[in-house]
């Protein structure tokens, strides 16, 4: 049972972020300084922001880049504010100044959300108390906190990637079961596949995580990092089996109709998903799992394959759920290979150089962050706000990348602020002792960390409570922050959102374009692995179509985003969303490929050759359509090879010969979809002359 609790990852994040944060407030409670204590708990938000809560192999190196950061930022803008330098030009300066740091990488570009809300934080203290104050604070803060982080992974035994791996699992056995429940309603594409997609969706975004976590291991050779690697490596591979498809659906439904072939598949999923989350309990619980078998659900799928031996589907389910029991009696992978390599990231000096473009998006990200926090801050000065630096920080809170996220994070921030200032506003009648108000907010602080993760707006309403209980701790004025705090929210959250519409926005819709390239070029190189080279090596072949699914789920999430967008062509979007799904069909194809390829059910080199260059003829045409947005007269150039009459099929030409009609479709589709689509910025001018 407490095993259970401790290692549940609500429970045990919950644990790690309240101690942390409380710990320093018990020790000074103690010394008699209640204030530095609360006022030590500001760091570890700035340290959660910069994305130092995460194991890593340079972690202390990363934990003294933070620290100085959070002091030099502090510093510079007490000492500008004795200068007398204008607090927007200085928003913006320190803005621009910070951003380089997204040039080198997306972990790196963390530390400029977080530098800034540290120069916020020290604001708010200007002024109150020496200018050597804060960047101490800042310092000794960032050391406290990495080193109980240290110590927090050190005891727990790499438990986020634990718990990422078990999440894996869990999104494997959903996906499974959702598709073999669904057997017999796959003959329409537009109504079964739209929630496959979205399951498949969610088992791409762990194992892209789970890529950098393996990268950031600090020992990855130690023995228990090894298992775990290995653990990866077998849901890697039941990623493969478990994503190829068939679609056939008339051969699914006459095999269905000649036996009971409905019953035995469904049983045999609903044995393989019940053991998926069998093992993703037991990664996340540190338990050994039990001995595993399935011989007599196999034998009933062996023995329909057997009798309808004319027709694929019996025999396709019985090789790919026989090598998913095996993976999942051994657990150990089916070939020895390297997991990818993380995303290299860029040099100092040659990052400065790439910054100082307009190109650059994270000039671009500096930028509109630097010009919303400058007008915040103007806004504050003009109507002469109590406490403006609390537009500065919701502006920073809210600012998410792309217009749908932010809008998401501004709803919860602004109806989570309002009702835990109304909760904050009930409490603050009671007149409780300091103790009973710091167990309170022990309380809430815990409670909020439960459920950050799961609901952001309700743990936004405990975050006020303890923020409005923690002012009146300080300064005894907690009744008279409520509206202000309320006023300034609600201010942030505006100039947050038209931030993201007005300056350099990225809508997503713009994106589809360049991701539907990058998809398309990655199936090309799968392609040319797969049938240029007779011996290819199974781990660059793995590497080959890993980026062939990640680049189609950059595109599918691509396309969610843009759907929710203002002002795009819903016709354009729709055709789009049938493009994807053709695009779906082509990475399911290169999953059996591969999957043939290596066990070495290869063409003869001439036949290969001439599929080869139909498919690189069908994609290039497919590729020319989306950079032409005028009409197209010509037709998609798909050349099918000739097959001989006395030679069969092979189950390699037949999927190879279904890409190539995929691809035909999504010329047409492609045709229709570029023409319909609004070039950036004329939406807005539409709606205005509609109106």
């Known amino acids: 049972m407490w095993r259970r609790l401790i290692y549940h990852p609500e429970v045990n994040y919950a644990l790690r972020q309240t101690l942390v944060l409380c710990l320093p407030v018990v020790f000074f409670l103690l010394l008699g300084n209640l204030q530095l204590g609360l006022l030590f708990s500001l760091v570890p938000a700035c340290c959660n922001i910069a994305g130092l809560d995460t194991p890593h192999k340079r972690f202390f190196k990363r934990l003294i880049v933070g620290g100085s950061l959070f002091a030099l930022s502090s510093l510079l803008l007490q000492q500008a504010l004795l200068w007398h330098i204008p607090l927007p030009l200085l928003m913006l300066a320190m803005a621009l100044l910070l951003g380089v740091s997204g040039e080198i990488s997306p972990l790196h570009a963390r530390l400029l959300p977080a530098a800034l809300v540290a120069a916020i934080f020290s604001l708010s203290m200007a002024g109150h108390v020496p200018i050597w104050h804060t960047p101490l604070l800042y310092l000794v803060g960032t050391l406290w906190y990495g080193l109980f982080t240290w110590f927090w992974f050190k005891l727990w035994k790499e438990q986020p990637m634990r718990e990422s791996l078990s999440q894996l699992y869990i999104q494997l056995a959903d996906y499974f079961e959702a598709k073999y429940s669904l057997l017999t309603q796959h003959i329409d594409p537009e109504t079964a596949l739209p929630p496959l997609l979205q399951r498949q969706q969610k088992v791409m975004d762990m194992i892209s995580l789970l890529y950098q976590q393996v990268n950031f291991l ?76 399935m011989k007599s659900e196999l034998a009933a799928l062996e023995k329909v394959a057997t009798q309808h031996a004319d027709n694929p589907v019996g025999q396709f389910c019985f090789y790919h759920f026989s090598r998913i029991a095996r993976l999942l009696r051994s657990q150990r992978p089916l070939y020895r290979r390297d997991l990818m390599a993380d995303q290299a990231r860029l040099p100092f000096w040659p990052a400065v150089v790439s910054y100082l473009s307009w190109k650059s998006n994270a000039l671009r990200n500096a930028a509109r962050l630097g010009i919303i926090l400058a007008v915040g801050s103007s806004l504050g000065m003009i109507f002469n706000l109590p ?20 809008r998401v ?42 459920i950050l993760r799961k609901n952001y707006g309700l743990a936004v309403m405990g975050f006020t409570v303890t923020a409005v209980y923690t002012l009146q701790l300080l300064a005894l004025n907690g009744t008279h922050f ?37 998809a398309l070029e990655r199936d090309q190189t799968a392609l040319r692995l797969l049938l240029q080279e007779q011996e290819a090596d199974p781990a660059t072949l793995a590497y080959a179509r890993m980026q062939v699914n990640q680049a189609h789920n950059a595109l599918f999430t691509s396309l969610n985003q843009a759907m929710q967008e203002p002002g795009f ?116 001018k539409r709606k205005l002359r509609e109106n």
């Open 409 to 450: 994070r501004i709803q919860h921030r602004a109806l989570g602020t309002l009702a835990g200032l109304a909760i904050a506003a009930g409490l603050l009648q009671l007149q409780l002792p300091e103790h009973l108000t710091l167990s309170i907010m022990l309380a809430i602080t815990l409670a909020a960390y439960l």
């Open 218 to 293: 600090p020992h990855a050779n130690s023995q228990e990092q090894k298992r775990l690697q290995r653990t990866f490596q077998v849901a890697l591979d039941l990623q493969e089996h478990i994503t190829v498809s068939l679609h056939q659906p008339e051969e699914v439904q006459k095999l269905v109709e000649q036996s009971q072939a409905e019953a035995i598949i469904r049983r045999n999923a609903q044995v393989i998903a019940g053991r998926l989350r069998i093992v993703a309990n037991d990664i996340l619980y540190h338990r050994r799992s039990t001995r595993f078998s």
């Open 387 to 406: 406490k403006p630096y609390w537009i500065l920080l919701t502006i920073m809170l809210v600012s998410q990348n792309g217009y749908n996220a932010t």
């Open 569 to 684: 062509e819903s016709d354009y979007l729709a055709d789009m969303r049938l493009w994807v799904t053709h695009s779906q069909f082509i990475v399911e194809h290169l999953n059996a490929l591969t999957i043939l390829a290596r066990e070495h059910d290869i063409l003869t080199p001439a036949l290969a050759q001439e599929y080869l260059q139909s498919c690189e003829m069908a994609l290039q045409s497919c590729q020319q359509r989306l950079e032409y947005d005028g009409p197209s007269s010509s037709q998609s150039p798909m050349h099918l090879p000739e097959m001989h009459p006395d030679m069969p099929i092979t189950e390699m030409e037949r999927h190879l010969r279904r890409i190539l009609s995929h691809l035909s479709v999504m010329h047409t589709i492609s045709s229709l979809a570029w023409r319909q689509r609004p070039h950036h910025g004329i939406w807005l």
């Open 482 to 518: 409520l509206v202000p705090r309320l006023i300034d929210t609600l201010i942030g959250c505006v100039l947050a959102f038209g931030g993201s519409i007005w300056l350099w926005p990225q809508w997503q819709s713009g994106l589809l374009r360049k991701n539907a390239h990058q």
